[in-house]
């Protein structure tokens, strides 16, 4: 079993940055690959980023491609996501999930993934 909890969001003025931070507790987080997703109001889910157990691999959505930054800490059971350049249209909840099969590694598919944090919301201003 893995519990998720993200931090780190917040209100920021357009062209900032924020770190999101996902811990978890449980040993198999570890071995689990993990991604983002963010929904806005009134809007579906959709991926954002993605990172392998491992973090050599890594994976982005265009719209954040070369603004956000993946990355993780085994040792500390946390996955970090920077996001620079922000911009009204990130306003969203983000989430952060883990799935247990390797295979699914970076997959965008939202079905992949056994288990999901609360979120955490991040409102940028313009």
């Known amino acids: 079993q893995v519990q998720l909890v993200e931090s780190g969001g917040g209100l920021v003025q357009a062209g900032g940055s924020l770190r999101l931070s996902c811990a978890a507790s449980g040993r198999t987080f570890r071995t689990s690959p993990v991604g983002w997703f963010r929904q806005a109001p009134g809007k579906e889910r959709e991926f954002v980023a993605a990172i392998s157990w491992s973090g050599l691999s890594t994976y982005y959505a265009d719209s954040v491609k070369g603004r956000c930054t993946i990355s993780r800490d085994n040792a500390k059971n946390t996955v970090y996501l920077q996001m620079n350049s922000l911009k009204p249209e990130d306003t969203a909840s983000y989430y952060c999930?883990?799935?247990?099969?390797?295979?699914?590694?970076?997959?965008?598919?939202?079905?992949?993934?056994?288990?999901w944090g609360q979120g955490t919301q991040v409102t940028v201003s313009s």
């Open positions: 999930a883990a799935t247990t099969n390797r295979y699914y590694s970076g997959t965008r598919d939202e079905r992949r993934y056994d288990y």
